[in-house]
């Protein structure tokens, strides 16, 4: 059994920051690329950014330069860090690992199960 838990939502006004934190915990053996996803009201679910095991990192334009995101592999834990928060920044946060829970087991997709973020005055 896994589970990707999710903390650091909330209500910000805009131009703040917050910092998201997702802990996988479980059955682990070991993780390959970590993401951060988000869904609006009524909108689909979009990317928010990548990191593998080895930190490389990936962003939407639409957060680039704004978010970044980090992970501590020897915690199993993805960061997302967001500055210069907008408006439409608003949305339910989901973190994401693709993971292994044995060494000859398929590679499986894991979802949290999202936290808030709110950007307004």
């Known amino acids: 059994q896994v589970q990707l838990v999710e903390s650091g939502g909330g209500l910000v006004q805009p131009g703040g920051s917050l910092r998201l934190s997702c802990a996988a915990s479980g059955s682990i053996f070991s993780i390959n690329a970590m993401a951060w996803y988000r869904q609006a009201q009524g909108k689909q679910r979009d990317l928010v950014a990548t990191i593998t095991s080895g930190g490389i990192t990936n962003y939407s334009d639409s957060v680039k330069g704004r978010f970044t995101i980090s992970r501590d592999n020897a915690k199993n834990t993805v960061y997302l860090q967001m500055n210069s928060l907008k408006p439409e920044d608003t949305a339910v946060y989901y973190c994401?690992?693709?993971?292994?829970?044995?060494?000859?087991?398929?590679?499986?997709?894991?979802w949290g199960q999202g936290t808030q973020v709110t950007v307004s005055s």
């Open positions: 994401n690992a693709d993971l292994k829970t044995s060494k000859y087991g398929s590679t499986g997709h894991y």
